[in-house]
């Protein structure tokens, strides 16, 4: 099984305290995505008007299984975000773990 790091980076048209707001709720459907072992949330960069995540999931099939989902579809679909960007990574492993990587074996429940 190798993991698969998701980046997705987008515009934010609100202030960084209603973003905060409106991404709040949706943090208990994150955590329940089969095959998603954690999300980092990126704070509202106001300089670049851009937020996201770094997403870590077992592998391609959990990945390509949540881009289809309707979680998904509501973030995309949401008026004060726009011009989305998805890139998908393979971890390295050995280098990872030796800088303590939350991957693999590390990951806690």
């Keep these: 099984m190798e993991e698969k790091i998701l980046q997705l980076n987008f515009k934010v048209k609100v202030s960084g305290r209603e973003y905060q707001a409106a991404v709040a709720p ?9 095959g998603l072992r954690w999300k980092i949330w990126y704070e509202k960069n106001d300089k670049e008007a851009e937020a996201g ?13 949540f881009l289809t989902t309707d979680l998904v579809k509501t973030v995309m679909s949401h008026p004060a975000l726009s011009d989305f960007t998805a890139k998908q990574f393979n971890v ?8 303590r990587a939350p991957i693999g074996a590390r990951v806690g429940a």
């Design 53 to 65: 995540g770094i997403y870590l999931f077992d592998d391609q099939a959990s990945l390509d299984e």
């Design 92 to 99: 390295l492993e050995r280098e990872s773990t030796i800088t």
């Design 26 to 34: 949706l943090a208990d459907d994150f955590a329940a995505v089969p």
